[in-house]
């Protein structure tokens, strides 16, 4: 069962417009990861953020972790087809090592 | 750096069978941890294997077991497969730092195994 409720479960955007996707737990967390995936393959790391308020980016896609490190939003900017795929994001509860995964947003990109 | 390699990619056994899967993780890394991902479960974890010791586990059947050697290489084992087993199967190799922290987790292209 999954544990991070990740919103939305699946998104159709026009190439070219900004999107986001939310991450969010009850808990506090240890350690926020994002992944996307295509399907059938594995997951192919993106971002991990560990400290409340820390925001990284990657070339479009922008990442952020709120002050309480209870939710997080991924943003890309600009979408592009390359961007379709499937998005999941993971973390630890506490410090048992075990991640806990959302169910993952399907992303797809209307030329 | 090499990446994280399962082997083999793709597996057709039959059901009563027992199957193993293999993982390399990337240099350096000394956890291993296995999931299990189908369509309406989503990622499900197995279990982690660091510096060869079990040190987490799922909740899955005893049928679902694993190892790690010296290297790190990880492999799992599942016997008596059931239908239910089919399933996309990923390994994940982690960093961790002195203060016990994960730093980074890096997954392999898994290993797609039908049950027939």
């Known amino acids: 069962s999954q544990e991070l409720e990740q919103s939305p479960q699946s998104l159709i955007v026009q190439e070219g417009k900004n999107l986001t996707i939310n991450c969010t737990s009850s808990?506090?967390?240890?350690?926020l990861y994002w992944y996307k995936q295509k399907y059938g393959e594995g997951l192919i790391f993106l971002m991990m953020l560990q400290k409340g308020g820390e925001e990284k980016s990657h070339e479009k896609i922008t990442a952020k972790l709120d002050e309480k490190k209870q939710q997080s939003s991924l943003h890309i900017t600009a979408s592009q087809p390359s961007h379709a795929g499937i998005y999941l994001c993971?973390?630890?509860?506490?410090?048992?090592?075990?991640?806990?995964w959302g169910a993952g947003t399907k992303l797809i990109i209307k030329p | 750096k090499a990446g994280v390699t399962q082997t083999p990619r793709y597996l057709i056994k039959t059901r009563g069978q027992q199957v193993t899967l293999s993982c390399s993780p990337i240099?350096?890394?000394?956890?291993v941890s296995w999931y299990q991902q189908t369509p309406g479960q989503g990622l499900q974890f197995l279990f982690e294997y660091f510096s060869e010791t079990q040190r987490n586990k799922g909740n899955f059947p005893g049928r679902f077991s694993g190892r790690q050697f010296s290297n790190s290489r990880s492999e799992m084992n599942v016997s008596t497969l059931e239908l239910g087993d089919s399933a996309l199967y990923l390994c994940?190799?982690?960093?961790?730092?002195?203060?016990?922290?994960?730093?980074?987790?890096?997954f392999g292209q898994g290993t797609r195994l039908t049950v027939v």
């Open positions: 994940a190799s982690s960093l961790y730092n002195t203060r016990e922290v994960r730093t980074e987790a890096f």
């Open positions: 808990k506090t967390l240890y350690g």
């Open positions: 240099s350096g890394h000394r956890s």
């Open positions: 993971g973390a630890a509860e506490d410090s048992n090592y075990q991640l806990i």
